[in-house]
Nanobody, 126 residues
Framework: RVQLVESGGDSVQAGGSLRLSCVGSGYTFSSYSMGWFRQAPGNEREGVAGIWPATGRTFYADSVKGRFTISQDNAKNTLYLQVNSLKPEDTALYYC???????????????????WGQGTQVTVSS
């Protein structure tokens, strides 16, 4: 059974940085596409960043390009999201997700993923 556990969320001021982590277990970590998603109150869940397992190619939502970096350490079964230059609009619950059947076209689509963590809260104050 796939399990994902996120950590690293915090309350920071605008312009600050955080590193979110997601530890996976119960599956071959390097074989699954992995993604970070976020959901703010009253909003739909949106894809923030994804990583393609075969090549390590990364994908980002336009709203976070240049500020967020997704990476993974297969030896530690850990996915990371480095978030820099945080803005109040980045405030949300951040989730990591794993999927065995994600395509390049849907890597930022939450419907492509089958396993989810419980989320870690990021709050950015102005």
């Amino acid at each position: 059974r796939v399990q994902l556990v996120e950590s690293g969320g915090d309350s920071v001021q605008a312009g600050g940085s955080l590193r979110l982590s997601c530890v996976g277990s119960g599956y071959t970590f390097s074989s699954y596409s992995m993604g970070w998603f976020r959901q703010a109150p009253g909003n739909e869940r949106e894809g923030v960043a994804g990583i393609w397992p075969a090549t390590g190619r990364t994908f980002y939502a336009d709203s976070v390009k240049g500020r967020f970096t997704i990476s993974q350490d297969n030896a530690k079964n850990t996915l990371y999201l480095q978030v820099n230059s945080l803005k109040p609009e980045d405030t949300a619950l951040y989730y990591c997700a794993a999927g065995a059947w994600v395509t390049l076209a849907t890597i930022l689509n939450d419907k492509s993923y089958t396993s989810w963590g419980q989320g870690t809260q990021v709050t950015v104050s102005s």
